[in-house]
């Protein structure tokens, strides 16, 4: 036989037992933070045994820095991770080997809010206020798309940065107001503690709505044969969490014991129409409309084609 004709056929063998390897170990989730409601599909998949009918061993892992999944992924180091749609462009445009393979929420939950008592009622309210924020880069350019919409800019405002401790800065007067809370939850929180914010959504005032919540994988994994069968188990876990709710909320409550609360509770439920019914899914003008803006706000250097930071996975 000749040696060429040997060298394609080891080099053939090789690559189906390395594929066969990988489809028989686990397939690593990385979430994009401690496990909350927002997670909810992929625990329902587990509680009702989609992964395990579909072969997979699925380790959930919830990282202690936010910043650490998708690095991970990008590495080699973990299988998917969790992100936002407004992070991945940047992420891509670092140069990471990233894509977006499914979607867990297919619609922004970022708001930006303030307390009654701050005298704010609408958006042009702001002018001369303190803004707390946790994300360079990104929410100044939320935040002044949002100021031009009633004709301000970033100058007419104060930018803080509150480093994630968005409700505890604004309960404590801190700040007047501050983006990055989500519909879902901090509003909830603020709420229980016996506020009443006014809530902003920046989709309202000139910002491109985006997907909250994607999946990323690594550009070479994108024919790993684990990764449409862990979107259609995701896809079946969201099935069972829309009908029934209360039984899934029991599942996870007993799983997570310490997010038995009156706050998970309430974000559980809020969040069911959230989520994409379709994990697989893949809008593809959202991505290069959002695209388009983080170029025009000088996030991202250049405006690569959609393929190279978004694919829809065939099921």
Same mark, same amino acid.
């Given at each position: 036989?000749?040696?060429?004709?040997?060298?394609?056929?080891?080099?053939?063998?090789?690559?189906?037992?390395?594929?066969? %390897?990988?489809?028989?170990?686990?397939?690593?989730?990385?979430?994009? !933070?401690?496990?909350?409601?927002?997670?909810? +599909?992929?625990?329902?998949?587990?509680? /009702?045994?989609?992964?395990?009918?579909?072969?997979?061993?699925?380790?959930?892992?919830?990282?202690?820095? &936010?910043?650490?999944?998708?690095?991970?992924? =990008?590495?080699?180091?973990?299988?998917?991770?969790?992100?936002? #749609?407004?992070?991945?462009?940047?992420?891509?445009?670092?140069?990471?080997?990233?894509?977006?393979?499914?979607?867990?929420?297919? #619609? +922004?939950?970022?708001?930006?809010?303030?307390?009654?008592?701050?005298?704010?009622?609408?958006?042009? $309210?702001?002018?001369?206020?303190?803004?707390?924020?946790?994300?360079?880069?990104?929410?100044?350019?939320? /935040?002044?798309?949002?100021?031009?919409?009633?004709?301000?800019?970033?100058?007419?405002?104060?930018?803080? *940065?509150?480093?994630? $401790?968005?409700?505890?800065?604004?309960?404590?007067?801190?700040?007047?107001?501050?983006?990055?809370?989500?519909?879902?939850?901090?509003?909830?929180?603020?709420?229980?503690?016996?506020?009443?914010?006014?809530?902003?959504? &920046?989709? $309202?005032?000139?910002?491109?709505?985006? $997907?909250?919540?994607?999946?990323?994988?690594?550009?070479?994994?994108?024919?790993? &044969?684990?990764?449409?069968?862990?979107?259609?188990?995701?896809?079946?876990?969201? *099935?069972?969490?829309? @009908?029934? &709710?209360?039984?899934? !909320?029991?599942?996870?409550?007993?799983?997570?014991?310490?997010?038995?609360?009156?706050?998970?509770?309430?974000? !559980?439920? #809020?969040?069911?129409?959230?989520? @994409?019914?379709?994990?697989?899914?893949?809008?593809?003008?959202?991505?290069?409309?959002?695209?388009?803006?983080?170029?025009?706000?000088?996030?991202?250097?250049?405006?690569?084609?959609?393929?190279?930071? =978004?694919? #829809?996975?065939? %099921?």
């Amino acid at each position: 036989m000749p040696l060429a004709r040997r060298t394609l056929l080891a080099a053939s063998a090789a690559a189906s037992l390395a594929g066969a %390897a990988r489809a028989a170990a686990a397939f690593t989730v990385m979430l994009d !933070w401690f496990v909350n409601p927002d997670h909810a +599909p992929i625990f329902c998949a587990k509680y /009702i045994g989609a992964f395990d009918k579909a072969g997979l061993a699925v380790n959930i892992v919830a990282p202690t820095d &936010p910043d650490i999944p998708p690095r991970l992924v =990008a590495a080699g180091h973990a299988d998917m991770a969790l992100s936002y #749609q407004t992070e991945l462009y940047l992420l891509c445009d670092h140069g990471l080997p990233l894509r977006r393979t499914g979607t867990l929420i297919n #619609q +922004p939950l970022n708001t930006l809010m303030a307390l009654p008592h701050s005298g704010i009622r609408k958006v042009k $309210d702001l002018k001369g206020k303190k803004i707390g924020y946790s994300v360079a880069g990104v929410e100044d350019a939320l /935040i002044g798309t949002m100021l031009a919409a009633v004709g301000l800019s970033l100058p007419d405002v104060k930018l803080i *940065n509150v480093n994630f $401790d968005i409700v505890t800065a604004l309960i404590s007067n801190e700040v007047d107001a501050v983006i990055g809370g989500y519909r879902n939850f901090e509003e909830n929180e603020l709420k229980e503690k016996g506020f009443n914010p006014i809530v902003f959504f &920046p989709e $309202d005032y000139g910002v491109p709505p985006s $997907d909250e919540l994607i999946m990323l994988s690594n550009a070479a994994d994108l024919a790993d &044969p684990r990764l449409p069968k862990f979107l259609a188990a995701v896809q079946e876990g969201g *099935n069972a969490l829309r @009908q029934n &709710p209360h039984a899934m !909320w029991q599942k996870f409550t007993a799983d997570q014991t310490t997010l038995n609360n009156d706050l998970n509770r309430t974000a !559980w439920f #809020q969040s069911i129409p959230f989520f @994409q019914k379709n994990p697989f899914a893949l809008d593809a003008k959202r991505y290069l409309v959002y695209r388009d803006f983080m170029f025009a706000n000088n996030l991202i250097k250049q405006k690569a084609a959609l393929s190279a930071y =978004a694919v #829809q996975i065939k %099921a």
